[in-house]
């Protein structure tokens, strides 16, 4: 694996960890994230996205049937224009998957 940004693994706040960011689709197949602090859902704006992690190979394709054509880590730098809260949170593809919400939070001794 190639690590592309050498920040500290957890750069974002415990707001947007543990369940609290949270998001969904709206009017199309475009996803949005929510302010975790603003209680009407604030939509947050994405400033800035990298690269943090890549892998020609998926980790993880052994485990599974379908197979991942290559593994990467994306870093979002998101921003509230409500409350004025600046944040950053990653998504994956390897990480925890394929198992449930409640199974993912047993492995990880959240419940």
């Known amino acids: 694996m190639t690590t592309v940004n050498t920040q500290h693994p957890h750069d974002g706040s415990g707001h947007v960890e543990g369940g609290g960011l949270t998001g ?3 009017d ?3 996803f949005y994230f929510f302010c975790p ?3 009407d859902q604030q939509i947050l704006r994405i400033l800035e996205y990298s690269l943090r992690d890549a892998s020609s190979e998926h980790p993880y394709n052994s485990e599974y049937k379908v197979k991942a054509k290559n593994g990467f880590t994306l870093e979002f730098k998101a ?3 409500q ?8 998504v994956s593809n390897m990480g925890l ?3 449930s919400r409640y199974d993912a939070s047993k492995r990880l001794g959240t419940i």
Do not use: N, W
Not at 83 to 90: A, N
């Open 37 to 39: 602090r603003c209680p």
């Open 79 to 81: 921003y509230c224009e």
């Open 24 to 26: 969904a689709t709206i």
């Open 28 to 30: 199309t197949d475009y």
């Open 83 to 90: 409350c004025k809260k600046s944040d950053i949170f990653k």
């Open 97 to 99: 998957q394929g198992v």
